[in-house]
Every structure is written in C-alpha cells, then in structure tokens.
C-alpha cells in the first residue's frame, strides 16, 4: 500500500575519513550498498518516491543501478547533483573563493524544494538506522502529525551509536513529553578506559549518559521547512561565503525554529542498534551487522529477487 511519503537520500558526503565513496561500497552479501537497506524498508512501508542528493563521483552507472532497482519494484526516483554553487544567488555567488565542497546537510535538503510537495523522510546514505525507523515515520504522517509546524524524528540511544574505531559527533536532544526541546552538537565522543562515554572539548573529558537520545539526522519532514531554510542558507552564506569549512546544518536550522516557536517537533526513541560507515575500520562491522540480521531473517539474503 503506497503512503503520501518521500524518502530524501543524502548521498552527496565526500567521504573524507572513510578515504572513499562509502554510499557505493558493496556490504551485503549480494553486493548491496547500506543505503539499499533503507531503500528497502521504505518499500516496506509503502513509500514510492525517492529523490537522491549526490555530488560528482555518483556516475551514470550508479543511477543506473538505482533506478534500475526503484522502477523494477514500482517506484520513481529522481537525482539531485549538490555543488559549491547549487541554490547560491547571484549576488553571492562571485564573493565564493577557492572551496570546493558543498554546504552540509542543510544545503543538501534546499536543493531538492521543487521535488517534494508532501511530507518526506530525510536519511544519510551511510548509516543503517533499521524497519522500525521508518515505520515509526509511517504512524506519524498516517495520524496527521506532520504539519507546517510540526515536525518528527527518530532518536536513538547513544550507547547504540558509537565506533570502535574512533570518535564521532552526536546530536545530543533533550526530550520532554515527546518533544524536542533542543540539540547540542558534541564532538570527539568515544569511550574511555575506564568504559564511559564522554566527549572531549579544549582538552577535558566531559561525560555523558550512555541512555541520552541522539539525533542520527531521521527526521520526518513537511515542506513548509523550505522557506526557512532558504531565508537561513542566504543569511549563512552572506556571514560564510569566503569560509573553507563552514556548514550549514540541517540539525541547526531545525534547532533554530524550535527556539523561535516556530515549530515543534515529536520525537520517536528506538531501541536499535544504529551502525555506519564513518571510518574504514568501520566497513567490516558493518557487514557483519547486516550478515546477522540476515540470519536472523530480517533482511533477505538478496534484496533484490
């Protein structure tokens, strides 16, 4: 049964300290990609529309091989290429000097305004956040909970979130009564030697609570988030068009409406296990993460029949 849903593939990382395409790299024992999980759960709950943000190295053979398993199985999808220079104005657009990545999961998203027109889940294409995400999703666009000012996510753990090979940046979200009240971003997280986990900031550990939900960017979406972040991503850009590293973040601006009463977004915890590919130590946990579910029936051993 199909459901007025999108799901939105952010696929356009660069992939700095996996040294590679990590959205591309076969891990399934079929040769599937991470993303095709997710793209295979969101079958699962009816969605039909997917909508791909990629940068260059995503070639005709890889949309081929996408659209070649979206179309077979009854859905559309269509790519979006993200560049220093897509959905910058004019007037900005000559004062960008010598950076050549794009602006971050906030731009990514922008790019995309004229190719959603109902609500949408947004996923980044190297992590595996597992079925009961997206059903979780499901319920909340089929109650009618995802409106101009309401929005959803779906939390995980934090002590379901980490690598073993080296630290990660979390989304820290405080939740009351369902709700997201804010996220603070912590960098350099990991687990020390004594088995707790803390984030290390201008030299001094700090700890955290292994049980605190993170944001793992699942967010379900309606596309009123359009006109904010366009007025956001022009506002940025005139603060950070000549900045080499400045992003501008999906989590943030989302952060920023909820500050500004503009909006309020429900916030679904699951119990899962979240697993990516950030490092390239990384890769071999991740297979063997996906060849567990499969024995344990979860996933086929070949998506695609």
Known sequence: MMVNLSLVILAGGMGSRYNGQKQVDPIGPSHETLMEYSIFDAFSIGIHHFVFIINQEFDLKTKKYFQNIIERN?????????????????SIYDTIENRKKPWGTGHALLIAKSHLSNPFIVINADDFYGRK??????????????????????????????????????????????LLSYVVERTNIF??????????????????????????????????????????????????????????????VINDMIKEDQLEVIVKKSN???????????????????QNLIENNKYPKTLWS
């Not at 009854?74 to 004019?90: D, H, K, M, N, P």
């Not at 899962?272 to 996906?290: A, L």
């Open 272 to 290: 899962e296990n979240w697993f990516g590919m950030t490092y390239p130590d990384d890769r071999e946990v991740v297979v063997n993460s996906i």
């Open 74 to 90: 009854g859905g559309t999808v269509e790519f979006i290429l993200q560049t220093t220079y897509t959905a910058v104005s004019r």
């Open 133 to 178: 995400a997206f059903e979780k999703a499901k319920d909340l666009v089929q109650q009618e909970l995802i409106l101009p000012n309401r929005y959803g996510m779906v939390a995980y753990k934090l002590k379901n979130t980490l690598s073993e090979n080296g630290s990660v940046s979390r989304g820290i979200c405080t939740v009351e009564k369902e």
């Open 191 to 252: 687990v020390d030697n004594e088995g707790a986990i803390v984030y290390e900031n201008e030299g001094a550990n700090y700890p955290l609570d292994e049980e605190s939900p993170v944001s793992m960017n699942f967010w379900v979406l309606h596309p009123s988030i359009f006109r904010n972040l366009e007025d956001k991503f022009n506002q940025f850009l005139k603060e950070n068009a000549t900045q080499l590293k400045a992003e501008f973040f999906l989590p943030k």
